[in-house]
């Protein structure tokens, strides 16, 4: 009997605290952005407080719908997915907005699940593209020696989607695009929850 008790209470204890961590991802105030892609949704908590330009820039992209349609163009697995900039047939969707100012030097780190700005050389060149790091990437955190790739969000949903896209095989198809994959991977639309 006293056995039986001690189950039904870890059990009770169990639900309990599964319950209060579904309301408390439930309950973030923090802007989400969904992206709808060919293999499923992948959903990016953005964090405001620490990017707040990054992620200013990166909501106004994805309410003026620059994102959707738009591929996978860059897949390295075991490092990092990205996109933001081509098409299906490989043309170039241009950047609508002024680059936006590096804020690398966030706190925040690229480790497994964030997301982040690309950029050129230049540090404050980031425009549309993005990236999800599929491993931990301290190479592009900022320090006192470089200044870093700006983490703005986390991947709260669909890790196992990025993974998927991560795995698949890739080929060049021009000098810029090296790790293109050969199969197309589509961002269908983004949708948007403030």
């Known amino acids: 009997m006293h056995m039986r008790f001690r189950v039904v209470?870890?059990?009770?204890?169990?639900?309990?605290?599964?319950?209060?961590?579904?309301?408390?991802?439930?309950?973030?105030?923090?802007?989400q952005v969904t992206l709808h892609t060919d293999l499923?949704?992948?959903?990016?908590?953005?964090?405001?407080?620490?990017?707040?330009?990054?992620?200013?820039?990166?909501?106004?992209?994805?309410?003026?719908?620059h994102y959707d349609g738009l591929i996978f163009h860059r897949v390295i697995d075991g490092f990092m997915i990205q996109t933001g900039s081509y098409?299906?047939?490989?043309?170039?969707?241009?950047?609508k907005f002024d680059p936006v100012v590096n804020e690398s030097n966030n706190g925040l780190k690229n480790r497994r699940g964030s997301v982040?700005?690309?950029?050129n050389d230049d540090p404050d060149s980031?425009?549309?593209?993005f990236y999800i790091n599929l491993r931990d990437n301290p190479h592009l955190d900022y320090s006192e020696e470089q200044p870093g790739y700006t983490?703005?969000?986390?991947v709260i949903k669909g890790m196992d989607i990025a993974?998927?896209?991560?795995?698949?095989?890739?080929?060049?198809?021009?000098?810029?695009l090296t790790d293109a994959p050969i199969e197309i991977i589509q961002i269908q639309r983004v949708s948007v929850k403030e």
Do not use: W
């Open 126 to 129: 980031a425009q549309a593209q």
């Open 116 to 119: 982040a700005m690309a950029r």
């Open 9 to 31: 209470k870890l059990i009770l204890t169990l639900m309990v605290a599964l319950s209060t961590r579904v309301f408390a991802e439930d309950a973030s105030n923090e802007p």
């Open 163 to 176: 993974d998927q896209i991560g795995k698949v095989p890739t080929h060049q198809v021009n000098k810029s």
């Open 40 to 65: 499923g949704e992948i959903v990016i908590e953005l964090n405001p407080k620490a990017a707040p330009e990054t992620v200013k820039n990166y909501l106004a992209y994805a309410k003026a719908y």
């Open 87 to 95: 098409c299906f047939d490989y043309g170039r969707k241009e950047p």
């Open 151 to 154: 983490v703005f969000g986390v």
